[in-house]
């Protein structure tokens, strides 16, 4: 229920699309907050696949690990630090 909204729209159903497809890959900006988190989660559902995700700094993984955590407390998330 909580990704309902998400997946009936357009832009969303192309992301989706694309990242069905053979070039696998994304790029999105513009999100605030946890509207990326929600945005990866509603992708991660969608996906038959395992996905990987790669954030510019530490303090932006911290970040996003605990949102998609919230988010998929169903999937398995594991945050990999260098």
Do not use: W
Request: net charge positive.
């Amino acid at each position: 229920m909580l990704f309902s909204p998400l997946g009936s729209s357009r832009e969303f159903k192309t992301v989706v699309e694309q990242n069905q497809g053979r070039e696998r890959k994304a790029g999105i900006g513009g999100l605030v907050g946890s509207a990326g988190a929600y945005l990866l989660a509603g992708l991660v559902k969608r996906l038959p696949r395992t996905c990987l995700i790669v954030t510019s700094n530490e303090e932006r993984a911290d970040s996003l690990f605990f949102d998609l955590n919230l988010y998929l407390e169903e999937k398995k998330i594991y945050l990999f630090q260098t």
